[in-house]
């Protein structure tokens, strides 16, 4: 029988994709001031700096290709409905074939107006002077530090139904995850896939440590098969 199934995804399931996670040895807070790249106040200050930082991440993001844990997780839809919650801004999910996809922190493959909020598809760079039909500036559809988060209510109450809850490749050291593991049933198959074993392990959650692109297709098959 079909069940709810919430997968939750950090930058570790991009990882072995080509895409640098944040935190760690080598990640992207090592090598980027994250108040001068993405926040608010660093936009007022210089938007060509964070529009190149973007710009930057957008073609590595365009040369990265899903593996097989982004695969795993589109297959998943076969036996179950499927809800991807993801704090990445990459589109591996949508590549790998998943449908049900709830981008937190945004999606850099868009762009939106400062003045209208309209979304808009981006296929290179956005540049300082590039604006909307109605001359407003493009900016990333990102969330920045101070942000609101998109999808709130519906991201928490996506945790809250599942039958079964997978959270991969994060360090949960940021809001939403962190918080919204915490609204799983107690009856919910709760696993937890990471590289690095945090200091704390959420409650009720088993934890597996290893890379994703082969934990994630094993617990998937077990998840179509018997475990639900
Ligand atoms: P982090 O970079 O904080 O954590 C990534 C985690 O992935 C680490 O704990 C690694 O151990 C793990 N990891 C690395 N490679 C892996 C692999 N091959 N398989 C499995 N796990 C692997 O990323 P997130 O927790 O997603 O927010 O936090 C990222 C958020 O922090 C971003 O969305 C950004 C930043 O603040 C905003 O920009 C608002």
């Known amino acids: 029988m079909r069940k709810k199934v919430a997968v939750l995804t950090g930058a570790g399931i991009s990882a072995e994709s080509g895409l640098l996670t944040f935190r760690g040895e080598g990640g992207l807070c090592e090598k980027y001031d994250f108040t001068v790249v993405a926040t608010p106040a660093g936009w007022e200050k210089d938007k060509k700096l964070v529009l190149d930082f973007y710009n930057m991440r957008r073609q590595e993001v365009m ?3 899903p593996n097989a844990a982004h695969t795993a997780i589109a297959e998943l839809e ?31 493959m868009k762009s939106r107006s400062t003045g209208t909020g309209k979304l808009y598809l981006v ?3 956005i540049e300082a002077g ?3 039909e109605n001359g407003y500036q493009l900016r990333p559809h990102v969330v920045w530090f101070g942000e609101e988060i998109l999808f709130h209510e519906e991201a928490k ?25 915490k609204k799983a049933q ?3 198959v709760k696993i ?5 074993k945090p200091d704390k392990i959420p409650y009720g959650y088993q934890f597996l440590s290893g890379n994703s692109s082969e934990l994630v297709p094993m617990i998937c098959r077990k998840l179509s098969d018997d475990l639900l």
């Open 186 to 188: 107690h009856k919910a």
């Open 63 to 65: 040369k990265a290709m």
């Open 157 to 181: 109450n996506v945790v809250q139904e599942a039958d079964a809850i997978l959270v991969i490749g994060t360090s949960l050291n940021v809001y939403p995850f962190n918080t919204f593991l």
């Open 192 to 196: 937890y896939i990471n590289k690095d």
């Open 130 to 132: 590039d604006v909307c």
């Open 123 to 125: 296929t290179s760079n």
């Open 78 to 108: 076969k036996y179950h409905d499927v809800c991807v919650l993801t704090q990445n801004i990459d589109d591996l999910h949508e590549r790998a074939g998943s449908k049900n996809i709830l981008h937190i922190h945004g999606e850099i």
